[in-house]
């Protein structure tokens, strides 16, 4: 089913079975209570819709993560492009200083200072005079060749550094395009998203009560009442599991609200680790274990692609934001399709 089909349906739902089906006789109302079926039915409907937002949530979060870390990149890539440029501005002013000196050696040429050796002693006053034209001679020769030879070597580096600051400033230019496409998806995400968290929270709130209860307990929710907390100390156990009873928050990383994945960033946060901030992120960055191998602070994967997380507390439970109207609960580690394990 498409979401506009699944979302008319849900609307459909909640319409028929939400607080109270309306027998309307005349002038009178009369309500009948809702039945457990009917319940059971609004739930799945609305639980299938709600993994379709937090998935969407997800995916929306990493992006706002690929931008940011874009727009670092884009800073190192100009600066890059300016020490470049300055490289190749230098590398042509050494070319030019070194073209002086060969147009020097070249003028004097022309103008018969380098004659050979045999004409240079003949023209000679007297020996000592031959010696010294022979000196100069043989200096101005090998500083012709260390002139032809540095610019040579200043030409090379001039064309290197030019190419240099040509690709970093290609690069720049890819990246900063790169980025506004990933921003114009961004702002078309987040507008999705935001559709889509209004009608689950429209929905979750006009449930009543008893629909409501159901909803908070989807999980089958563990009564942690006997664990004692402090005892868990400052790890990140320890810091999840004192966010019991915390509201869930779309995109939120505390302190006060978190979604799934923003209670396990905040929770290795305060144990001065710094995990990455979504879901599937989560689960790829760190290393992978088996439902055997749990430990206590491992992050469990749930759904097809990763769409929600949770923390192993050990004894078979699992600390998690879990959606909307639900607060930060513990339920077991088993109570939804498992996607993999990670530890940190």
Known sequence: MSHQGLRHSLRLSVAATVGSVLLVTGTAAVSTPLRADDIGTLIAAMEEVSQ???????????????????????????????????????AVAAQEANQVDVDEVAGARYRGLMIDPVTNAIAARNPQNAIDRAAYLATLTRNSER?????????????????????????????????????????????ELEARIA?????????????????????????????????????????????????????????DQFDCSGLMYWAYQQQGKTIPRTSQAQLAGGTPVSRAELQPGDIVGYYPGVTHVGMYIGNGQLVHASDYGIPVQVVSVDSMPWAGAVRY
Do not use: C
Request: aromatic share 2%; net charge negative; glycine share 10%.
């Open 147 to 191: 002139a032809v030879t540095e610019l040579a070597a200043a030409t090379a580096e001039a064309g290197r550094a030019h190419t240099d600051a040509s690709r970093a400033l290609a690069e720049a230019g890819f990246q900063q395009t790169q980025l506004e496409e990933q921003k114009k998806r961004l702002d078309e995400q987040q507008a």
């Open 52 to 90: 379709e937002a937090a998935a969407k949530n997800e995916e929306v979060k990493q992006l706002e993560v690929d931008i940011t870390d874009g727009e670092g990149r884009l800073a190192d890539l100009r600066s890059d492009a300016e020490e470049a440029g300055a490289r190749a501005a230098a």
């Open 199 to 255: 009608e689950i929270e429209e929905q979750v709130n006009s449930l009543d009560p008893a629909a409501q209860a159901r909803w908070a307990d989807k999980n089958n929710p563990i009564d942690v009442g006997g664990i004692d907390l402090s005892a868990l100390g400052s790890g990140a156990v320890g810091a999840a599991m004192s966010k019991l009873g915390s509201p869930y928050g779309w995109g939120a990383a505390g302190p």
